[in-house]
């Protein structure tokens, strides 16, 4: 079991001490883009870490499709990824409550994997979202859940990639390989 932690733009510095993978926040909807994610991820580069960068689905019943790939062709121009990088969806409510819908997540990862194929594509979502509210288990290439309980065992019955187990004080997870090298190889034959 290796060790990470995802960031965003209110942790523009943290350690690296025991950090196997960082995954940075990138991007939210059509706009926004993390100021500090090239320094976050060049920090996480060196000291050795895998790095990857998400991207903050903006969406709700009645967005239209086109609106959620120009959130795709948004992430992908603006997250700053090089080659072996890794690369997420956060499907999640925003802070009005507004979700995206199941076929919104599916067009936005569906769309990235088509403008970046030489990328791993995981999934974020929490395990209620996963396991109650989910109408497709479309995952790209894996499932980053967070569970908040013992790291690497989340209360789920489909196979994982990444576990965030805990979000104090710092967004903390866990990812299912053997070694930082197995995980590097991983995401470089995207």
């Not at 120009?70 to 802070?95: M, N, R, T």
């Not at 929490?126 to 109408?135: E, F, G, P, Q, V």
Request: with cysteine; net charge positive; charged share 35%.
């Amino acid at each position: 079991m290796l060790h990470g932690i995802d960031v965003a733009s209110y942790e523009p510095t943290f350690k690296t001490e025991g950090v196997d993978f960082v995954i940075v926040k990138a991007t939210e909807g059509r706009t926004y883009t993390n100021p500090y994610r090239a320094k976050q991820a060049r920090r996480a580069r060196d000291a050795g870490c895998a790095v990857g960068f998400y991207h903050f689905l903006r969406g709700r019943r009645g967005i239209r499709l086109a609106r959620i790939k120009a959130q795709a062709k948004y992430f992908v121009e603006h997250c700053g990824a090089e080659d072996g990088d890794i690369l997420a969806l956060d499907w999640e409510s925003d802070p009005k409550g507004r979700l995206p819908t199941a076929a919104q997540k599916d067009k936005f990862l569906h769309e990235v994997k088509k403008l970046r194929p030489g990328h791993r594509l995981v999934l974020y979502c929490n395990r209620d979202l996963w396991t109650r509210k989910s109408t497709t288990d479309y995952r790209a290439d894996g499932l980053w859940i967070a569970d908040y309980r013992k790291a690497g065992e989340p209360k789920i019955q489909d196979e994982w990639l990444f576990h965030q187990y805990t979000s104090e004080p710092i967004d903390k997870n866990v990812a299912d390989f053997k070694s930082r090298d197995d995980l590097k190889d991983w995401a470089s034959a995207g």
